[in-house]
Structures are given as structure tokens and as C-alpha cells.
């Protein structure tokens, strides 16, 4: 599956952005999804991961309760929604999708399929 990230951009702490990742091909339904996030020099930090039909999720301790995460299979999109932005949260996200479902034990080899991510920065 082929992914595309939007989306990013710079925003006030304590506002809110939505990112999106649209998917592409027919079977998006047997991936799992989740989101990444990098900054310069650092390994990419998993935040949250969504199960194939939605209904299970998991975060991160550091977004869980400002971000949260859904899916539209119909649309083959998966879509982040972050609020109460910290700088912290400054990173390039990434948007990643794998047909197994690792739960709070995903890393970045767990996936096979990322997008190409999108830059969110978050001024103080």
C-alpha cells in the first residue's frame, strides 16, 4: 500500500492540527496504521497506531489524551487529530501501515509501508 501524508504546518502551543493520510489501493481494510514522528538526529518515535477496523488504538504517554487517531476504510484514509500542541511536539510525522497490528509495541521495523511526512512545528 502506498501512503501520503498532509496536513503539517505551523501552529500556536495550545492549538490544534489535523493531519491525514490517504492510502492507495483496495485492500486498505487489512492494514493496520499508526503514526510516526522524527526530529533531526533522533530515532522516529512512535505516537499512535490504529487496528483494521478502528476499534482498538493506542498512544504514546506523551500525546495520550491531546491526540487522537481514526480511520475511514470507506475513504481509505487515516487521519490524526492533535490538540493542545506542545513545542515538543515539533517533528516531522510520519504515517505508516502494515497488515500486522502491533499495538504499543510497534517500532518503526515493524512497518512496511510509510508515507513520505509531513512537517509540523509548534511555536512556543
Known amino acids: 500500500v502506498q501512503l501520503q501524508a498532509s496536513g503539517g504546518g505551523l501552529v500556536q502551543a495550545g492549538g490544534s492540527l489535523r493531519l491525514s493520510c490517504a492510502a492507495s489501493g483496495r485492500t486498505f481494510s487489512s492494514y493496520a496504521a499508526a503514526w510516526f514522528r522524527q526530529t533531526p538526529g533522533k530515532e522516529r518515535e512512535f505516537v499512535t497506531g490504529?487496528?483494521?477496523?478502528?476499534?482498538?488504538?493506542v498512544y504514546a504517554d506523551s500525546v495520550k489524551g491531546r491526540f487522537v487517531i481514526s480511520r475511514d476504510n470507506a475513504k481509505n484514509m487515516v487521519y490524526l487529530q492533535m490538540n493542545s500542541l506542545k513545542p515538543e511536539d515539533s517533528a516531522v510525522y510520519y504515517c505508516?501501515?502494515?497488515?500486522?497490528?502491533?499495538?504499543?509495541?510497534?517500532?518503526?521495523?515493524?512497518?512496511?509501508?510509510w508515507g513520505q511526512g509531513t512537517q509540523v512545528t509548534v511555536s512556543s
Open positions: 490504529i487496528s483494521w477496523t478502528g476499534a482498538s488504538a
Open positions: 505508516a501501515a502494515d497488515r500486522a497490528y502491533y499495538g504499543l509495541g510497534s517500532s518503526a521495523a515493524d512497518f512496511g509501508s
